[in-house]
């Protein structure tokens, strides 16, 4: 699935199920840990994008899911930023359709 094609508004029932029930407040602190497992090279540059996204949402809320079939989402609901990546291939941002799914997940309480 390309990158910028990524539409977690449009995803299958049993992954909205999967991030409806993994979505969860992540610490700045365990999501910098995260992404030092994932992206364990210096010179990965999907390392530099996911650790950008952190440093540029100082002091933000950021939440956590997991699709069903692996596909991680990070949202920052304060800056309504987010962003996708499937560990080994690839990332992208969150769209806007994904954005306001993730956004109504946290607001009804999943």
Same mark, same amino acid.
């Given at each position: 699935?390309? *990158?910028?094609?990524? +539409?977690?508004?449009?995803?299958?029932? @049993?992954?909205?199920?999967?991030?409806? &029930? !993994?979505?969860? !407040?992540?610490?700045?602190?365990?999501? &910098?840990?995260?992404?030092?497992?994932? *992206?364990? =090279?210096? %010179? %990965?540059?999907?390392?530099?994008? *996911? /650790? +950008? *996204?952190?440093?540029?949402?100082?002091?933000? !809320?950021?939440?956590?899911?997991?699709?069903? %079939?692996? =596909?991680?989402?990070? =949202?920052?609901? %304060?800056? +309504? &930023?987010?962003?996708? /990546?499937?560990?080994?291939?690839?990332?992208?941002?969150?769209?806007?359709?994904?954005?306001?799914?993730?956004?109504?997940?946290? @607001?009804?309480?999943?």
């Amino acid at each position: 699935m390309p *990158f910028e094609k990524f +539409d977690l508004e449009n995803l299958n029932r @049993e992954r909205r199920k999967a991030v409806a &029930k !993994t979505i969860r !407040t992540i610490t700045t602190e365990e999501l &910098k840990k995260m992404g030092s497992e994932i *992206f364990r =090279y210096a %010179d %990965d540059p999907w390392r530099q994008a *996911f /650790f +950008d *996204f952190i440093a540029e949402n100082p002091g933000s !809320t950021f939440h956590h899911a997991v699709t069903s %079939d692996g =596909y991680n989402v990070v =949202y920052c609901r %304060d800056k +309504d &930023k987010g962003m996708w /990546f499937l560990p080994g291939s690839g990332m992208g941002p969150l769209q806007e359709r994904g954005r306001k799914a993730m956004n109504e997940m946290i @607001e009804g309480g999943h």
